[in-house]
Protein backbone atom coordinates (compact mmCIF):
# COMPACT_ATOMS: atom_id res chain seq x y z
CA UNK A 1 0.00 0.00 0.00
CA UNK A 2 1.15 3.65 -0.92
CA UNK A 3 2.40 5.59 2.12
CA UNK A 4 1.57 9.17 2.77
CA UNK A 5 2.98 11.57 -1.04
CA UNK A 6 4.10 14.93 -1.00
CA UNK A 7 5.06 16.91 -4.27
CA UNK A 8 6.49 18.54 -5.11
CA UNK A 9 10.12 17.01 -3.00
CA UNK A 10 12.17 20.83 -3.50
CA UNK A 11 11.01 24.07 -3.88
CA UNK A 12 12.62 27.26 -4.16
CA UNK A 13 10.44 30.77 -4.32
CA UNK A 14 11.32 34.45 -3.63
CA UNK A 15 9.44 36.66 -0.93
CA UNK A 16 6.42 37.69 -1.87
CA UNK A 17 5.24 34.83 -4.01
CA UNK A 18 2.76 32.28 -3.53
CA UNK A 19 3.35 28.39 -3.00
CA UNK A 20 0.94 25.18 -2.91
CA UNK A 21 1.46 22.18 -1.42
CA UNK A 22 0.22 18.66 -2.19
CA UNK A 23 -0.89 15.59 0.15
CA UNK A 24 -2.06 12.50 -0.74
CA UNK A 25 -2.84 10.42 2.72
CA UNK A 26 -2.76 6.99 3.05
CA UNK A 27 -5.27 4.99 1.34
CA UNK A 28 -8.49 5.26 3.72
CA UNK A 29 -7.46 7.81 6.13
CA UNK A 30 -9.93 11.01 6.44
CA UNK A 31 -7.49 12.89 8.31
CA UNK A 32 -4.82 15.20 7.35
CA UNK A 33 -2.36 17.37 9.37
CA UNK A 34 0.09 20.07 7.56
CA UNK A 35 3.22 20.80 10.10
CA UNK A 36 6.21 23.03 9.62
CA UNK A 37 9.23 22.21 10.54
CA UNK A 38 12.44 24.40 10.58
CA UNK A 39 15.94 23.58 10.70
CA UNK A 40 17.02 22.15 14.51
CA UNK A 41 13.64 22.68 15.80
CA UNK A 42 10.52 19.97 16.17
CA UNK A 43 7.43 20.15 14.07
CA UNK A 44 5.02 22.42 14.19
CA UNK A 45 1.51 21.99 13.81
CA UNK A 46 -0.38 24.05 10.89
CA UNK A 47 -3.73 22.97 10.32
CA UNK A 48 -5.79 19.20 10.44
CA UNK A 49 -8.49 18.42 8.23
CA UNK A 50 -10.89 15.70 8.71
CA UNK A 51 -13.70 15.13 5.85
CA UNK A 52 -12.96 18.07 4.44
CA UNK A 53 -13.43 20.11 7.35
CA UNK A 54 -11.18 22.40 9.21
CA UNK A 55 -10.37 20.53 12.90
CA UNK A 56 -7.57 22.44 14.17
CA UNK A 57 -5.44 25.57 13.97
CA UNK A 58 -2.27 26.61 15.17
CA UNK A 59 -0.54 29.62 15.97
CA UNK A 60 0.08 30.83 12.05
CA UNK A 61 -0.76 34.04 10.25
CA UNK A 62 -3.61 33.92 7.82
CA UNK A 63 -1.27 34.17 4.46
CA UNK A 64 -1.24 29.98 5.59
CA UNK A 65 -4.71 28.55 4.59
CA UNK A 66 -5.37 24.85 3.26
CA UNK A 67 -8.12 22.86 2.13
CA UNK A 68 -8.94 19.19 2.04
CA UNK A 69 -10.34 17.64 -1.29
CA UNK A 70 -13.39 14.86 -1.54
CA UNK A 71 -10.70 12.40 -2.14
CA UNK A 72 -9.06 13.41 1.03
CA UNK A 73 -5.95 15.05 -0.09
CA UNK A 74 -5.10 18.23 0.68
CA UNK A 75 -3.60 21.25 -0.20
CA UNK A 76 -1.35 23.93 1.67
CA UNK A 77 -1.35 27.35 0.52
CA UNK A 78 1.49 29.97 1.69
CA UNK A 79 0.88 33.54 -0.04
CA UNK A 80 3.58 36.87 0.44
CA UNK A 81 5.98 34.36 1.15
CA UNK A 82 8.82 35.63 4.03
CA UNK A 83 12.61 34.51 4.15
CA UNK A 84 11.35 33.07 7.54
CA UNK A 85 8.83 30.74 5.83
CA UNK A 86 11.82 28.10 4.40
CA UNK A 87 11.26 24.97 6.23
CA UNK A 88 10.56 21.50 5.98
CA UNK A 89 6.82 20.88 5.29
CA UNK A 90 5.21 17.77 6.37
CA UNK A 91 2.05 16.28 5.87
CA UNK A 92 0.70 13.44 8.15
CA UNK A 93 -2.35 11.22 7.37
CA UNK A 94 -4.61 9.23 10.26
CA UNK A 95 -8.29 7.65 10.87
CA UNK A 96 -8.78 10.76 12.74
CA UNK A 97 -8.83 8.69 16.13
CA UNK A 98 -6.01 9.34 18.96
CA UNK A 99 -4.13 6.83 17.08
CA UNK A 100 -0.61 7.43 15.07
CA UNK A 101 -0.34 9.93 12.29
CA UNK A 102 1.74 8.47 9.08
CA UNK A 103 3.91 11.51 7.52
CA UNK A 104 4.87 11.73 4.39
CA UNK A 105 8.62 12.62 3.12
CA UNK A 106 7.84 16.29 3.00
CA UNK A 107 8.25 18.85 1.01
CA UNK A 108 11.19 21.00 1.08
CA UNK A 109 10.94 25.13 0.40
CA UNK A 110 13.83 27.80 0.51
CA UNK A 111 12.60 31.33 0.40
CA UNK A 112 15.42 33.21 -1.06
CA UNK B 1 -1.76 23.36 27.75
CA UNK B 2 0.36 20.50 26.06
CA UNK B 3 4.33 20.28 26.39
CA UNK B 4 6.72 17.99 25.32
CA UNK B 5 10.37 18.17 27.25
CA UNK B 6 13.61 16.24 25.20
CA UNK B 7 16.57 17.18 27.38
CA UNK B 8 19.42 15.82 25.57
CA UNK B 9 20.10 17.07 22.10
CA UNK B 10 22.59 14.98 21.02
CA UNK B 11 23.76 11.31 22.42
CA UNK B 12 26.14 8.38 21.38
CA UNK B 13 25.74 5.09 21.49
CA UNK B 14 27.87 2.01 21.04
CA UNK B 15 26.87 -0.33 18.27
CA UNK B 16 24.82 -3.31 19.73
CA UNK B 17 24.34 -1.42 23.34
CA UNK B 18 20.84 0.00 24.83
CA UNK B 19 20.47 4.05 24.86
CA UNK B 20 17.42 5.71 26.37
CA UNK B 21 16.35 9.11 25.22
CA UNK B 22 14.48 10.75 27.67
CA UNK B 23 11.34 12.36 27.07
CA UNK B 24 8.87 14.40 29.74
CA UNK B 25 5.32 15.76 29.20
CA UNK B 26 2.80 18.51 30.62
CA UNK B 27 -0.65 18.12 29.93
CA UNK B 28 -4.01 18.76 31.59
CA UNK B 29 -5.66 16.06 29.61
CA UNK B 30 -6.53 13.03 31.43
CA UNK B 31 -6.84 10.84 28.32
CA UNK B 32 -3.71 11.54 25.64
CA UNK B 33 -1.34 9.43 23.43
CA UNK B 34 2.40 9.51 23.64
CA UNK B 35 4.39 8.56 20.36
CA UNK B 36 8.10 8.49 19.11
CA UNK B 37 9.32 9.30 15.70
CA UNK B 38 12.70 8.80 13.84
CA UNK B 39 13.73 11.27 11.87
CA UNK B 40 16.69 10.35 9.22
CA UNK B 41 18.49 12.71 7.29
CA UNK B 42 16.11 12.22 4.60
CA UNK B 43 13.51 13.80 6.46
CA UNK B 44 10.25 11.98 6.64
CA UNK B 45 9.33 10.72 10.01
CA UNK B 46 8.78 7.16 10.62
CA UNK B 47 6.48 6.35 13.68
CA UNK B 48 8.22 3.88 15.89
CA UNK B 49 6.05 3.45 18.91
CA UNK B 50 2.83 4.50 20.83
CA UNK B 51 1.59 4.71 24.64
CA UNK B 52 -1.95 5.39 25.41
CA UNK B 53 -2.25 7.17 28.81
CA UNK B 54 -4.22 4.18 30.06
CA UNK B 55 -2.90 1.68 29.28
CA UNK B 56 -1.26 -0.63 32.02
CA UNK B 57 1.99 -2.14 29.71
CA UNK B 58 4.56 -0.33 28.94
CA UNK B 59 4.52 -0.45 25.43
CA UNK B 60 7.01 -2.71 22.83
CA UNK B 61 7.76 -2.68 19.35
CA UNK B 62 10.46 -4.90 18.11
CA UNK B 63 13.94 -3.29 19.28
CA UNK B 64 12.10 -0.51 20.82
CA UNK B 65 10.48 -0.03 24.14
CA UNK B 66 8.38 2.58 25.72
CA UNK B 67 9.56 3.34 29.47
CA UNK B 68 6.37 4.82 30.76
CA UNK B 69 5.66 6.60 34.33
CA UNK B 70 2.86 8.49 34.72
CA UNK B 71 3.49 9.50 37.82
CA UNK B 72 6.84 11.73 36.98
CA UNK B 73 4.95 12.20 33.57
CA UNK B 74 7.80 10.25 31.42
CA UNK B 75 7.83 8.56 28.09
CA UNK B 76 11.85 7.54 27.36
CA UNK B 77 12.32 5.72 24.24
CA UNK B 78 14.86 2.68 25.15
CA UNK B 79 16.56 1.00 21.68
CA UNK B 80 18.32 -2.17 22.42
CA UNK B 81 21.10 -4.01 20.37
CA UNK B 82 21.68 0.01 18.35
CA UNK B 83 22.55 -1.02 15.07
CA UNK B 84 23.93 2.15 12.79
CA UNK B 85 21.09 2.62 10.72
CA UNK B 86 19.45 3.84 14.19
CA UNK B 87 21.60 7.21 14.23
CA UNK B 88 19.25 9.65 13.24
CA UNK B 89 16.84 12.64 15.25
CA UNK B 90 14.11 11.03 17.52
CA UNK B 91 11.04 12.82 18.32
CA UNK B 92 8.54 12.52 21.38
CA UNK B 93 5.47 14.24 20.35
CA UNK B 94 1.89 13.95 22.03
CA UNK B 95 -1.53 13.77 21.32
CA UNK B 96 -4.56 15.10 24.14
CA UNK B 97 -7.76 14.10 23.95
CA UNK B 98 -9.01 17.58 24.60
CA UNK B 99 -6.70 19.10 21.74
CA UNK B 100 -7.92 16.83 18.71
CA UNK B 101 -5.52 15.18 16.14
CA UNK B 102 -2.70 18.50 17.31
CA UNK B 103 0.28 17.02 17.48
CA UNK B 104 2.89 18.43 20.58
CA UNK B 105 6.73 17.61 19.22
CA UNK B 106 9.51 17.92 21.61
CA UNK B 107 12.67 19.49 20.03
CA UNK B 108 14.27 16.27 19.58
CA UNK B 109 17.67 14.48 20.02
CA UNK B 110 20.49 13.63 17.69
CA UNK B 111 21.51 9.75 18.21
CA UNK B 112 24.32 8.47 16.22
CA UNK B 113 25.25 4.93 16.71
CA UNK B 114 29.45 4.10 16.81
CA UNK B 115 30.88 1.37 15.21
Known amino acids: DAGVTQSPTHLIKTRGQQVTLRCSPISGHKSVSWYQQVLGQGPQFIFQYYEKEERGRGNFPDRFSARQFPNYSSELNVNALLLGDSALYLC???????????FGPGTRLTVT | AQKITQTQPGMFVQEKEAVTLDCTYDTSDPSYGLFWYKQPSSGEMIFLIYQGSYDQQNATEGRYSLNFQKARKSANLVISASQLGDSAMYFC????????????FGTGTSLTVIP
Open chain 1, 92 to 102: ASSDGGLNEQY
Open chain 2, 93 to 104: AMRGWNTGNQFY
